[in-house]
């Protein structure tokens, strides 16, 4: 678990799974042979082999009268077409409560996109039904990002996600379509960063001078942050993508915000630099840069 304090709010990250290895289906240009010539992505964000290391995690943004989850994993017990993801049985409620957040005193739930590992924790399996998990929250969910995936989209490999991990929370009446550019509060609003998906939005957190952003899936992993145009196998355009990442690599490189990967592995954050026309990634490690 990592903590950041952003002047008086509070971002708590909650680890479903870090692996290392097997990214190469969602990053395929992202080769060993590839990333060993980055060397600040190791040791954090590759072992000595090259591999990358990659985490499924939430975020807790505690302010003081909101407690919002940001993305909200994979989830239990649902059907998936790939292994490692399949009905699975993690302690993620357990964990949530031991970092200070049982989940009825979420209040908000904000979903940066759709895709089947920042849903699953929407709903649990309860009596055989899927109900929202947590009961006393407003699910936020960009309006175009939802028409998308309910309307047009072929949720293809995954297993039905849409299904199990959206829609009980949308006939529940818990769910509020709002635009990608929306206010949550006076210190966090969404950013759109397009391209992995249609409606895909990063959170801005400012507080007392201080910032951060929560990328979402516009970055997957920092190695694109050194490689911008190496595009993620799951982009809906990854044209789109691609002009994003530089977007947000020109406006936020070498400013004092704390950049907060959605799948960035521990210690998930740091701040962009900026040397000529290469970025990379300062990790921020226990309230200090690395």
Known sequence: MNRWHIGDIKITR???MQVTGGSRFILPDATREAVLPIKWLSPHF??????????IHALVIETPDRTIIVDTCLGNDKPRDIPNWNMLHGPFLADLVEAGYPRETIDTVLCTHLHVDHVGWNTMLVDGKWLPTFPNARYLMAKKEYQYWTKEADEGKYGEVIA?????????GLVDLVDMNYKITDEIWLEPTPGHTPG???VHIKSQGEEALITGDCIHHPCQIAKPEW?????YNAEEGIVTRNNLLRKYADASILIIGTHFATPAAGHLKRDGDQFWLQAFVDGNPD
């Open 14 to 16: 909650i680890v479903e």
């Open 164 to 172: 199990d991990s959206v829609l009980p929370v949308f006939n529940a």
């Open 200 to 202: 895909h939005v990063s």
């Open 231 to 235: 595009s993620s196998s799951a982009d």
């Open 46 to 55: 590759m072992d000595d082999e090259g591999r990358l290391i990659m985490s």
